[in-house]
């Protein structure tokens, strides 16, 4: 097959795979439900056709191993690739998943050719990055990584289910989830393909981009207690209306990340209790997602914004709570490995742009497990999160030409060392 049929493959794939969801008229797809279930059962087939070893982890990823080259005896090393499996609510069909079906395509060609390479492929599909099911985002890398915080375990779904019997459920075991740990000595490296969920490739005019570094985030959940009462009957002097707090909140956190180059300040979920037309709202819990590259930039202006929300709280004689939900740092990615996909990009003649991810990533997580690097493709508009996300075939042919440069480099780079070791 042409490398433009398998990029046909790989745009297919992705849409059938965004069949499988929880909800008939839009792509949902969380941890551990009969629709992830149905994906890793797919893939799984797919990795099985290209003669890959199959199994799903303690935590339900989805891994399929590709053998090295015979090296007279000495244990290869494996290079990880992939990305996650489960979706955001009302999702597009490629965030996540075109780095794992790319990953699976690289070794269909590979084993289409009869090639092995000095070291071990394994494509992973995460069983969860988005954190939709139990707002714990990154089940599946932690898991993998060896980070996967245990008490997390307990924690209770929409439906009151927790987070151990849906893993048992899928075929998990959660018993021993520590188990799916990899051994970082068996390790060369982890690449992640992703699209870019930004609109800096698509005005460069470029197919890829080499990402540096994923950006650290600050998440908060922050609540305003004031008191409900009658919307016709308490005078406006009177009220302690906590949506109004919020909305005083929402609007410094705008106003302050605007002023601060390079940051991000996004309020996504706003609830409001009790949530009636005639009663004024009592209580209103809202999300803060805030994003910067650098960490003490970050971090300082998150504790601006903690005090502004206990300015706001104490002028309307409202009751605060403030809750960290994580706090990542921002994540280099490793020079080496980002040199030679650099040097991969460069030999199809494209110029080699160097960006930074305001996203989080699942190579964020292995990057304490391993060296990590990260290749964006364009996507139209920058739309990500959305079903209008959209890939282009040229663009998907051109990165499997640069990942067969990069796996070529990486094989050259890999052979030298051994070379260069003591007999």
């Known amino acids: 097959m042409t490398i433009e049929l398998y990029a046909q493959r790989i745009i297919e794939r992705c849409e059938i795979l965004a069949r499988y969801s929880e909800e008939p008229e839009r792509l949902t797809r969380r941890f551990a439900t009969p629709a992830m279930q149905q994906v890793n059962a797919l893939v799984a087939e797919w990795m099985h056709a290209a003669t890959m070893a199959v199994r799903q982890d303690q935590a339900g990823n989805i891994i399929g191993r590709y053998a090295a080259l015979d090296s007279a005896g000495k244990r290869p090393q494996t290079l990880l690739?992939?990305?996650?499996?489960?979706?955001?609510?009302?999702?597009?069909?490629?965030d996540g998943i075109l780095g794992v079906i790319l990953a699976l395509a690289l070794v269909e060609r590979l084993h289409e050719q009869g090639t092995h390479l000095p070291f071990a492929l394994e494509v992973i599909g995460f069983a969860d990055e988005e954190g939709m099911r139990y707002h714990h985002p990154f089940i599946g890398s932690t898991a993998l990584a060896g980070t996967f915080a245990l008490p997390a375990l307990q924690l209770l779904d929409s439906d009151g289910i927790t987070m151990a019997s849906a893993l048992q459920e899928f075929g998990g075991d959660p018993e021993h989830i520590q188990a799916a740990r990899r051994d970082p000595s068996d390790l060369l490296g982890y690449c992640e393909i992703h699209i870019e969920q930004g609109p800096v490739l698509e005005t460069e005019q470029l197919p890829v981009g080499i990402v540096t570094a994923i950006t650290g985030q600050n998440l908060c959940e922050v609540s305003f207690r004031g008191r409900a009462g009658h919307a016709g009957t308490v005078p406006m002097s009177n009220r302690q209306d906590a949506l109004c707090a919020a909305a005083s909140f929402v609007?410094?956190?705008?106003?302050?990340?605007?002023?601060?180059?390079?940051?991000?300040?996004?309020?996504?979920?706003?609830?409001?209790?009790?949530?009636?037309?005639?009663?004024?709202?009592?209580?209103?819990?809202?999300?803060?997602?805030?994003?910067?590259?650098?960490?003490?930039?970050?971090?300082?202006?998150?504790?601006?914004?903690?005090?502004?929300?206990?300015?706001?709280?104490?002028?309307?004689?409202?009751?605060?709570?403030?809750?960290?939900?994580?706090?990542?740092?921002?994540?280099?990615?490793?020079?080496?490995?980002?040199?030679l996909l650099t040097s991969a990009v460069k030999q199809q003649g494209y110029r080699a742009l160097l960006l930074p991810s305001g996203a989080g990533h699942d190579a964020a997580i292995m990057a304490e497990l391993t060296e990590i690097c990260m290749l964006f493709v364009r996507c139209y508009k920058g739309i990500s999160h959305h079903p209008d996300e959209a890939v282009n075939t040229a663009d998907i042919s051109e990165t499997i030409t640069v990942m067969e440069n990069f796996l070529q480099l990486l094989a050259h780079h890999t052979q030298e060392e051994r070379h260069d070791e003591p007999v």
């Open 81 to 94: 690739l992939g990305s996650h499996l489960d979706t955001v609510r009302d999702a597009g069909k490629y």
């Open 251 to 339: 609007l410094a956190a705008e106003q302050g990340a605007r002023a601060i180059p390079g940051m991000v300040a996004t309020i996504g979920q706003l609830q409001v209790q009790p949530g009636a037309s005639n009663v004024i709202p009592g209580t209103v819990t809202l999300s803060l997602d805030l994003r910067h590259p650098d960490d003490s930039e970050r971090e300082q202006f998150y504790q601006q914004l903690h005090k502004e929300a206990q300015k706001i709280a104490s002028e309307r004689q409202m009751q605060l709570e403030w809750h960290t939900c994580s706090s990542e740092q921002t994540v280099a990615c490793s020079p080496q490995l980002t040199q």
